[in-house]
Every structure is written in structure tokens, then in C-alpha cells.
């Protein structure tokens, strides 16, 4: 006999009634004050234009109080024309706890506003603790609230004026229901004795600062694999920058100028003439042609540098974990029994095993142990790793247990710091 498999009703338009637009400082102002009366957590929630706009900057900022309407505040046009409203609505915001869902996702673009939290609650990374198989918004909101949850207009361009109500409609949805979700999220984790790992996570990310950029981030483009010379790297690095410096002025998204595949084949191939390049059919895009003088002096910029790059980067921090079992076995000997044993106490504890302790992490303690292997050693390096204390208290005691347990064949090996400075290590 099969479960029988239920579809929850669905919640097409915000219970809460009262939904108002907020584009202008004396709205804004009107909607500081009615939140400033109400008291409890704020349901927060922001959109973006990613894959439309450069910018990562919000373009509408959804805002929720127990007993208030549901605010859809635009900061586009409230933000040129008056800074000290966003100001105000930023000092209001740190008074009390954040309700958001994935909040690594939305903090860094009201961070850019200047609104910055105190504390916060992620219903999205409680979930995760709490063990729940599927932490979308939609499926915790099924889990929790017994409702499906209208997901239609996910990914628009948030940029484009003026907002479609349906849009707005979908905007308010999300706030609607994070009140119930926290509290839900949280009477969950408090029955598994979690809600105080919960907090230190939802400490750390609330302090997360944005990541310094990767050097040589064209690199990372689809297909550069294929690209094995000094002189094509060069050809793709400038296409790649002269696009990235057109996005940024644009304020447009560099795939929708030309894609990457534009850039590797072009880069892979390069053309002797600006009318072969107009009239290629394999270099396309939005901006092929519109910007083609910009493609082609950044083409003859990279085929005459004196500045090209290297093929392999150097190594930067520890080898890729892919090479560990040829050329570190030791390495990975802990790296496999480290592994194992988080494997074991996340299924003890009903949680991923990536948020018990994060995978770059445990590779930071096998490639490099302490010299005396106890629970106390690797609870001060895990601390000083940035782990978490609920992290450590979970993992120390068993992760020196496993890096203590390598074979008498391991053991004689050469560790890995010693292989690692004797031989050069790839960059893979």
C-alpha cells in the first residue's frame, strides 16, 4: 500500500490584507512609523535583477511586522532622492530579530543599502539543522503551514518599472508567511535540542562579509578548459574584461551582452579582420554587433600584449582534495576517516553532514593536523578554523579519533606538508 499523496491548498494572494507599495520618502516614513508601533520580529525579504543587471542591488524590499500591512518598498527611486529615509528605515530595522529565508542570499544587497542586521532567524538554514529533506521557501511553507505557495514569477526582472501587481502579489507572499514559518522552524529545533546550534549559525551568517574577489576570475568562464596557450588566455582575459567593463557601465548582465561561448571560441580562433568578426556566425549576443568595435580592439589587444597570462596558476592554499589519494595518501587517509566519522554523527543527529562542518574545513584539519592529535588540539584548531562551538563540541572528540587512526602502511609515509614542499603541487 502506497502513502497516499496529498496537494495542499494553494496560496495564490497574501492573507494579509492590507499590501501597499512604497516608492516615495513620505510613504516610506508613513510605513517606519506604523512598524515602529508594532513589536515582535520583522519578516524581511528582497528581489533582485540577477541575470538581468550587473548590480546585485535590491529592487524592492519586502517588510512585515505581526499586525502591520506588508510593506513592498521600492529603493530605487526612495534612495536617489532621499538617503536619510533609507537611513531611518535602517536604524528601525536593527530594534529587533530579521525573519528571512536563505539570508546569505539578501544580506549583502541591503548590506549595500547601509541596512545591516542585529540578529536574525533563516528559516531556510533552521530547516537544514532540523533535518528537513527540502528547504525551499515553498516546501517549508508546506511542511509547516500546510499550504502551497504560487512561485510563478521567481525569476523576473525586478529592475523593470513600473512593478507588475502580479509580481507585487507573489513579492508579498514570501513575508506572508516567514512569522509562521520561524515559529514553526523554531519549536522544531527547541524538540531536538538544536535551537542554540541554530543561533550560532544564524550569528555567523549575520556577520558574513562579502568575499574578496577571485584574481583572475575570467578563468571561470564555460569552456576555458578547452583553452591551453599563454596567447588564447590572453585573447579570452581581455574579451572577458572589455565585457565586464561594458556590463558595469550598462548596468546589464555580461551573459546577455555576448556569452562565454562567444569569448572561448573567438578567443580559440581568433579572426584577421573586423568584417570577419561582424560576420561571424559562431560570435553572437545582444552586443555582438552593436559593440563590435569594443570585441575587436579587445581581440588585438590580447593577440599583442606582452602581458600574458600564465597557462597554470600557481598553487594557493592547500592541493585540490581530487589528488590527495596518488600523491598524499596520508592526506587523505584522514581525509577519508574524517569523513566517515562526520558521516556517522550527522546521521545520529538528523542533519547534512556539509552544515556539521563545512567540507573546506574538515580538508583544512586532515591536510594539516595538529602534531599531537587529542580532542583539545582539534577543538582549538577547528576554533581557529572559524568553527562553530556547537560544531566542535559535536565533532572534536570523534575526528581525533579518526586522524589518529591511520594504518602502520599510512603511517610510514611521508606526510603531506613534507610531499607538499618537496614536490611542486598542480593547480587543478
Known sequence: MTDEIVEHPLLAKPRVEDVRLVNTAEDLEAAISILSSATGPLALDAERASGF????????IQVHRAGTPIFLIDPIEIQTKSPESISKLARLLKTDEWILHAASQDLPCLRE????????????????????????????????????????????????RPLNPEWLNYAALDVDVLIELRNGVADLLISQNKLEWAEQEFAHVAKMQPKEPKP???????????????????????????????????????GRLIPDASIVGLAANPLKSKPELAASKTFTGRASRTYL???????????????VPPTRLPQVGIPNHRIWPNRYPEADARLKNARAALVKISEELLLPVENLLTPDLVRQLCWEP???????????????????????????????????????????????????????????
Open 216 to 254: 583572475d576570475k575570467w578563468r571561470g568562464m564555460s569552456g576555458m578548459h578547452e583553452i591551453k596557450d599563454a596567447r588564447s588566455l590572453a585573447i579570452a582575459r581581455e574579451l572577458w574584461s572589455a565585457r565586464e567593463a561594458l556590463a558595469e557601465r550598462l548596468d546589464v548582465s555580461p
Open 53 to 60: 543587471k550587473y548590480s546585485q542591488r535590491a529592487y524592492l
Open 113 to 160: 543599502l547601509g541596512i545591516v542586521p542585529t540578529k536574525i532567524f533563516d528559516t531556510e538554514l533552521g530547516s537544514r539543522l532540523a533535518g528537513l529533506a527540502r528547504v525551499g521557501l515553498g516546501a517549508v511553507t508546506e511542511h509547516f503551514l500546510k499550504l502551497r505557495l504560487a512561485k510563478e514569477h521567481s525569476a523576473v526582472d525586478w529592475s523593470t
Open 293 to 307: 568595435d569594443t570585441w575587436w580592439a579587445a581581440l588585438n589587444e590580447g593577440l599583442n600584449t606582452r602581458d
Open 370 to 428: 595538529p602534531e599531537l592529535i587529542t580532542p583539545e588540539t582539534v577543538s582549538k584548531a577547528l576554533k581557529t578554523m572559524g568553527a562553530r562551538e556547537w560544531q566542535i563540541g559535536c565533532t572534536a572528540e570523534s575526528l581525533a579519533t579518526a586522524l589518529n587512526s591511520i594504518s602502520p602502511a599510512e603511517s610510514n609515509l611521508p606526510s603531506s606538508g613534507q610531499q607538499a614542499t618537496s614536490e611542486s603541487s598542480p593547480n587543478e
